[in-house]
């Protein structure tokens, strides 16, 4: 099983839809979660952390994180054609020495 | 939040040559991280470079062919030794600030063609 999995894409959505993107990961002492949002040939960029289970809101973004089921999402209304990117989920493990390791990312594509 | 720069921004070497790639970061971070991406790939870590001593490499990568260095808690390298091919990819630095929620931040990375 992989560190970090997320749903395979691509995934393409209409402009003005909800996005959801979903991620499991295999470390069930993981406290810290990551999304990432990356453009093509550029770094990625933070968009969302999360730490405790339930819903975190910023703007057009949710994360949900369900410690239990070791599920992680991101959630993404009104999407736009700008949204249209990868999408990584990132997890801090807790092992012998802290880790970040990434999933395989899930590419998106709003269209207008 | 952290802002981090590297350079090179990118390079072309030959192969059987080496490339030490530098990270600096505007703050104190208290891990730095070394990552390649090889193109249409996710992210896929090196090792965690450790202020003052030998950096902590995941499974696949060893010293010899990327050792790191990390004199301080803003400054970290990483070289490519012995390139070939297979190594040309995208190199990013990354640290993380505990105080910042353990939130990570990403350098500009290097973009590296091995001849």
């Known amino acids: 099983q992989k560190e970090v999995e997320q749903n395979s894409g691509p995934l393409s959505v209409p402009e003005g839809a909800i996005a959801s993107l979903n991620c499991t990961y295999s470390?069930?002492?993981?406290?810290?979660f990551f999304w990432y949002r990356q453009y093509s040939g550029k770094s990625p960029e933070l968009i969302m952390s999360?730490?405790?289970?339930g819903d975190k809101e910023d703007g057009r973004f949710t994360a949900q994180l369900n410690k239990a089921s070791q599920y992680v999402s991101l959630l993404i209304r009104d999407s736009q054609p700008s949204d249209s990117a990868t999408y990584l989920c990132?997890?801090?493990?807790?092992?012998?020495?802290?880790?970040?390791?990434f999933g395989p990312g899930t590419s998106l594509s709003v269209i207008p | 939040s952290a802002v981090i720069s590297q350079k090179p921004s990118r390079d072309i070497c030959q192969r059987g040559t080496s490339l030490t790639i530098q990270c600096q970061v505007d703050?104190?971070?208290?891990?730095m991280f070394w990552y390649r991406q090889q193109p249409g790939q996710s992210l896929t870590l090196i090792a965690t470079?450790?202020?003052?001593?030998?950096?902590?490499?995941e499974s696949g990568f060893v010293i010899d062919k990327f050792p790191i260095s990390r004199p301080n808690l803003t400054f970290s390298t990483l070289t490519v030794s012995n390139m070939s091919p297979e190594d040309s990819s995208i190199y990013l630095c990354?640290?993380?600030?505990?105080?910042?929620?353990?939130?990570?931040?990403f350098g500009p990375g290097t973009r590296l063609t091995v001849l």
């Open positions: 470079a450790n202020q003052g001593s030998e950096a902590t490499y």
């Open positions: 990132a997890v801090l493990m807790k092992t012998s020495y802290d880790k970040v390791i």
């Open positions: 999360i730490y405790s289970n």
């Open positions: 470390d069930r002492g993981s406290q810290s």
């Open positions: 703050s104190q971070v208290t891990m």
């Open positions: 990354s640290g993380v600030d505990r105080a910042g929620g353990n939130e990570q931040f």
